[in-house]
């Protein structure tokens, strides 16, 4: 079955960096495009990044030049690099895929930018 599983979250202070991972499995990995999002406390659940399966990337404008999202199909995995963090960035982040009529999810990973 369809899986993707994130990981790399944490407690940050601002201006710090974090790398989150999202390993998929149960798919043609290197087919898709991968999508990061996520969901502040109190807050709808807001796409930040993806990045089509021919390594095209794009970007929420908030992120843009701070957030870098990348793929390693050998790894099964999608990167999403985060510089510069800020308090406003701390919310739960999930990756998804679109296949078919199905948008699939991981359970997310709690990133916390704080000092």
């Known amino acids: 079955q369809v899986q993707l599983m994130e990981s790399g979250g944490g407690l940050v202070q601002p201006g710090g960096s974090l790398k989150l991972s999202c390993q998929g499995s149960?798919?043609?990995?290197?087919?898709?495009?991968i999508a990061w999002h996520r969901q502040a406390p109190g807050k709808e659940r807001e796409w930040v990044a993806s990045?089509?399966?021919?390594?095209?990337?794009n970007y929420e404008a908030s992120v843009t030049g701070r957030f870098t999202v990348s793929r390693e199909n050998a790894k099964n995995t999608v990167y999403l690099q985060m510089n510069s963090l800020k308090p406003e960035d701390t919310a739960v982040y999930y990756c998804?895929?679109?296949?078919?009529?199905?948008?699939?999810w991981g359970k997310g990973t709690l990133v916390n930018v704080s000092s």
């Open positions: 998804s895929v679109f296949l078919r009529t199905t948008q699939f």
């Open positions: 990045i089509t399966s021919d390594n095209v990337a």
């Open positions: 149960g798919f043609i990995f290197s087919g898709n495009n």
